[in-house]
């Protein structure tokens, strides 16, 4: 493997507060403040976002959606790559040990139908 894919692999996805920052607060004339109000939250909440001090949640995620005419998948898919990215390189010195309980499956059969009382 080339070394720039090796560094590529290492980079981060984009969290929720980087794509505030640079798409809508850098490219646009919406404020914190504005955008705080248009959600009815407070500019400490959207500031938190922004400074990636505090993770999306399903809640805030429909405000995001709603206000920056966006999905509310958009917003989770954001903070929920990140953190899959995280927890990966923490456990990476442990998850290779982790055994293997349930051979691979179908995705159909993950789910069990339930039967019609």
């Known amino acids: ?21 640079l798409q809508i607060f850098a490219n646009t004339a919406i404020t914190q403040e504005r955008l ?11 500031n938190q ?9 399903p809640e805030m995620a429909l405000r995001l959606a709603k206000a920056t005419s966006t999905t509310p998948e958009f917003w989770l ?5 990140f953190d899959l990215f995280e927890a990966k390189k923490k456990l990476s010195p442990v998850l290779h040990k982790v055994e293997i309980v349930r051979s691979p499956q179908r995705p159909e059969a993950m ?3 339930l039967a019609k009382s």
């Open 1 to 21: 493997m080339s070394r720039s894919r090796e560094s590529a692999k290492l980079l981060p996805p984009p969290r929720p507060g980087d794509v505030l920052r």
């Open 36 to 46: 705080a109000g248009a959600m009815k939250v407070s500019r400490y909440s959207i």
């Open 49 to 57: 976002l922004v400074n990636n001090r505090r993770a999306v949640t």
């Open 77 to 81: 898919n954001l903070q929920r790559n």
């Open 111 to 113: 789910f069990v139908r």
